[in-house]
Protein backbone atom coordinates (compact mmCIF):
# COMPACT_ATOMS: atom_id res chain seq x y z
CA UNK A 1 0.00 0.00 0.00
CA UNK A 2 1.15 3.41 -1.03
CA UNK A 3 0.58 6.61 0.71
CA UNK A 4 0.92 9.97 -1.07
CA UNK A 5 1.03 13.23 0.83
CA UNK A 6 0.91 16.39 -1.33
CA UNK A 7 2.30 19.93 -0.14
CA UNK A 8 3.41 22.88 -1.36
CA UNK A 9 -0.08 24.75 -2.36
CA UNK A 10 -1.22 27.82 -1.42
CA UNK A 11 -1.86 31.53 -3.09
CA UNK A 12 -0.15 33.03 -5.33
CA UNK A 13 -1.30 35.98 -7.97
CA UNK A 14 -2.14 35.43 -11.64
CA UNK A 15 1.69 35.00 -13.39
CA UNK A 16 2.99 34.11 -10.11
CA UNK A 17 4.91 30.53 -9.58
CA UNK A 18 4.04 27.46 -6.91
CA UNK A 19 6.09 24.04 -6.55
CA UNK A 20 3.87 21.34 -5.49
CA UNK A 21 5.84 18.10 -4.40
CA UNK A 22 4.56 14.68 -3.46
CA UNK A 23 6.01 12.22 -0.96
CA UNK A 24 5.65 8.37 -1.34
CA UNK A 25 5.50 6.17 1.62
CA UNK A 26 4.81 2.10 2.13
CA UNK A 27 6.43 1.47 -1.28
CA UNK A 28 9.40 2.26 -3.96
CA UNK A 29 8.38 5.03 -5.84
CA UNK A 30 10.34 3.96 -8.84
CA UNK A 31 7.80 1.27 -9.31
CA UNK A 32 5.14 3.67 -10.10
CA UNK A 33 4.14 5.44 -12.93
CA UNK A 34 3.37 9.20 -11.64
CA UNK A 35 0.87 12.19 -11.79
CA UNK A 36 -0.99 15.04 -11.19
CA UNK A 37 -4.67 15.98 -11.63
CA UNK A 38 -6.78 18.54 -10.17
CA UNK A 39 -10.25 19.70 -9.69
CA UNK A 40 -11.79 22.85 -9.25
CA UNK A 41 -15.60 24.03 -7.32
CA UNK A 42 -18.19 22.38 -9.46
CA UNK A 43 -15.63 20.53 -12.20
CA UNK A 44 -14.68 17.02 -12.98
CA UNK A 45 -11.47 16.09 -12.07
CA UNK A 46 -8.98 16.34 -14.89
CA UNK A 47 -5.48 15.38 -15.97
CA UNK A 48 -2.41 17.69 -15.14
CA UNK A 49 0.55 15.95 -15.95
CA UNK A 50 2.21 12.24 -16.27
CA UNK A 51 5.47 11.03 -15.73
CA UNK A 52 7.24 7.44 -16.44
CA UNK A 53 8.51 5.13 -13.76
CA UNK A 54 12.20 6.29 -14.23
CA UNK A 55 11.60 10.20 -15.09
CA UNK A 56 12.35 9.96 -19.28
CA UNK A 57 9.09 10.22 -20.55
CA UNK A 58 6.32 12.97 -19.61
CA UNK A 59 2.91 14.27 -20.44
CA UNK A 60 1.15 17.18 -19.81
CA UNK A 61 -2.68 18.35 -20.95
CA UNK A 62 -2.73 21.02 -23.45
CA UNK A 63 -3.67 24.02 -20.90
CA UNK A 64 -0.58 23.60 -18.86
CA UNK A 65 1.69 22.71 -21.90
CA UNK A 66 4.75 24.91 -21.70
CA UNK A 67 3.73 26.55 -18.24
CA UNK A 68 4.25 23.42 -15.68
CA UNK A 69 7.02 20.85 -15.64
CA UNK A 70 6.70 17.42 -13.93
CA UNK A 71 9.58 16.30 -12.39
CA UNK A 72 10.59 13.35 -9.56
CA UNK A 73 13.50 11.80 -7.77
CA UNK A 74 13.05 8.43 -6.65
CA UNK A 75 16.03 8.63 -4.57
CA UNK A 76 13.45 10.87 -2.15
CA UNK A 77 10.33 9.23 -3.88
CA UNK A 78 8.90 12.13 -4.11
CA UNK A 79 7.30 14.08 -7.21
CA UNK A 80 7.54 17.43 -8.24
CA UNK A 81 5.35 19.91 -9.91
CA UNK A 82 6.38 23.65 -11.37
CA UNK A 83 3.99 25.68 -12.04
CA UNK A 84 4.80 29.01 -14.09
CA UNK A 85 3.05 31.98 -15.16
CA UNK A 86 0.05 31.04 -13.25
CA UNK A 87 -3.79 31.86 -14.15
CA UNK A 88 -6.92 32.25 -12.24
CA UNK A 89 -8.35 29.19 -14.15
CA UNK A 90 -5.59 27.05 -12.58
CA UNK A 91 -7.51 27.46 -9.15
CA UNK A 92 -8.14 23.91 -7.84
CA UNK A 93 -7.22 21.21 -5.44
CA UNK A 94 -4.38 19.31 -6.79
CA UNK A 95 -4.17 15.31 -6.87
CA UNK A 96 -0.61 13.39 -6.76
CA UNK A 97 -1.62 9.63 -7.77
CA UNK A 98 0.48 6.75 -8.92
CA UNK A 99 0.11 4.03 -11.50
CA UNK A 100 1.59 0.20 -11.47
CA UNK A 101 0.22 -0.76 -14.92
CA UNK A 102 0.13 1.77 -17.35
CA UNK A 103 3.98 3.84 -18.03
CA UNK A 104 2.08 7.10 -18.67
CA UNK A 105 -0.91 6.92 -17.99
CA UNK A 106 -3.67 9.80 -18.70
CA UNK A 107 -6.81 8.85 -16.98
CA UNK A 108 -7.41 8.44 -13.51
CA UNK A 109 -8.64 4.95 -14.06
CA UNK A 110 -5.23 3.94 -14.79
CA UNK A 111 -4.36 5.21 -11.48
CA UNK A 112 -4.39 3.02 -8.45
CA UNK A 113 -3.45 5.15 -5.55
CA UNK A 114 -4.38 9.03 -4.41
CA UNK A 115 -3.00 11.85 -2.10
CA UNK A 116 -5.53 13.74 -0.53
CA UNK A 117 -4.73 17.10 -2.07
CA UNK A 118 -3.22 20.78 -2.07
CA UNK A 119 -5.43 24.12 -2.65
CA UNK A 120 -3.84 25.86 -5.31
CA UNK A 121 -5.31 29.49 -5.43
CA UNK A 122 -4.73 32.11 -8.22
CA UNK A 123 -6.14 35.85 -7.78
CA UNK A 124 -6.49 37.61 -11.14
Known amino acids: QVQLVESGGGFVQAGGSLRLSCVAS????????MGWFRQAPGKEREFVAA????????FYADSVKGRFTISRDNAKNTVYLQMNSLKPEDTAVYYC?????????????????WGQGTQVTVSS
Open 97 to 113: AAASSNPLPNSGDDYDY
Open 26 to 33: GGTSSKYA
Open 51 to 58: ISRGGSMT
